[in-house]
């Protein structure tokens, strides 16, 4: 569990999704406007399923790692979730996705949990995510630009965009990205 600080002050714990994290993350993607939801899932999404959610929470920590912010005033409540899967066994790529609830948006959370998603990928043998995201999903691009500046290459799939981006070595990926 980490304590951070979004650009407004706010106090947020970041940690590892749980099991029990799944009516939270039900409740969290109820939560989020149709545009997010959109965004988040390249179409939409208005409910996520018990099976989805347990999908999402139930995970091994390696090829399928997840991040959770919650506010330090209201742990029980998830506001952000950052997550990547492995693209295969012994894949050194991975698809990865952030979603951040509404209010708490363009505070620098989508950037706390890529860099830490970064550093766990890493240290896990990944050199590189996939992000497939809609092609003018602008807050996204500007995202991977500032996580991972020139380290990353974009590629046009119809109306969606696939972000390709370059993760530094084990050992100097915490250094690299900040």
Wanted: hydrophobic share 45%; with cysteine.
């Amino acid at each position: 569990m980490e304590l951070v600080h979004t650009h407004d002050g706010t106090s947020v714990l970041i940690r590892q999704i749980r099991p029990d994290d799944a009516g939270r993350l039900r409740a969290t993607h109820a939560g989020l406007s149709a545009e997010t939801q959109y965004r988040r899932f390249l179409g939409a999404k208005p409910e996520l399923s018990l099976a989805d959610a347990r999908y999402l929470t139930e995970i091994n920590g390696s090829d399928h790692f997840a991040l959770v912010a919650t506010p330090l005033e209201q742990p029980e409540r998830i506001v952000a979730v950052g997550r990547f899967v492995r693209d295969g066994r012994g894949s050194d790529s991975a698809e990865c996705a952030i979603v951040v609830a509404d209010a708490f948006q363009r505070r620098g959370l989508g950037t706390l949990l890529l860099e830490r998603l970064a550093v766990a990928a890493s240290e896990r043998g990944i050199r590189r995510f996939r992000w497939l995201t809609l092609a003018d999903n602008a807050p996204a691009l500007r995202l991977a630009g500032r996580v991972f500046g020139e380290r990353h290459r974009q590629r046009l799939l119809g109306r969606e965009l696939e972000l390709e981006l370059e993760l530094p070595a084990p050992g100097v990926a915490q250094a690299a990205l900040r």
